[in-house]
Nanobody, 123 residues
Framework: QVQLVESGGGLVQAGGSLRLSCAAS????????MGWYRQAPGKQRELVAT???????NYADSVKGRFTISRDNAKNTVYLQMNSLKPEDTAVYSC?????????????????WGQGTQVTVSS
């Protein structure tokens, strides 16, 4: 299986910055896309930003110009730089990765989620 471990959440004042990291480990053959999603209390999970292995990015309109996603393919790690944070950015942020993993029997598709990290922005 492929495991994702996130770090970097915390409490920050409005206007501040945080950087989230997510490292994938396991018998990874290839990761096609990695990204970040968030879920605020009482709301559905929503996409924040995703990035493919060739660098194509997709952002939620609410974070464009403030958040930047990046990847280190050699380390199977994705980052989310969050600037100009707002109270409405408060949520649990979860990392997602999709691609192929290998085992004795061959190569298989996978999709994994991290455990989530809390981001709280105070006004």
């Amino acid at each position: 299986q492929v495991q994702l471990v996130e770090s970097g959440g915390g409490l920050v004042q409005a206007g501040g910055s945080l950087r989230l990291s997510c490292a994938a480990s396991g018998r990874i053959f290839r990761i096609n896309a990695m990204g970040w999603y968030r879920q605020a209390p009482g709301k559905q999970r929503e996409l924040v930003a995703t990035m493919t292995s060739v660098g194509t990015t997709n952002y939620a309109d609410s974070v464009k110009g403030r958040f930047t996603i990046s990847r280190d393919n050699a380390k199977n790690t994705v980052y989310l730089q969050m600037n100009s944070l707002k109270p409405e950015d408060t949520a649990v942020y979860s990392c997602n990765a999709a691609g192929q993993r290998s085992d004795f029997y061959g190569v298989h598709s996978f999709e994994s989620w991290g455990q989530g990290t809390q981001v709280t922005v105070s006004s």
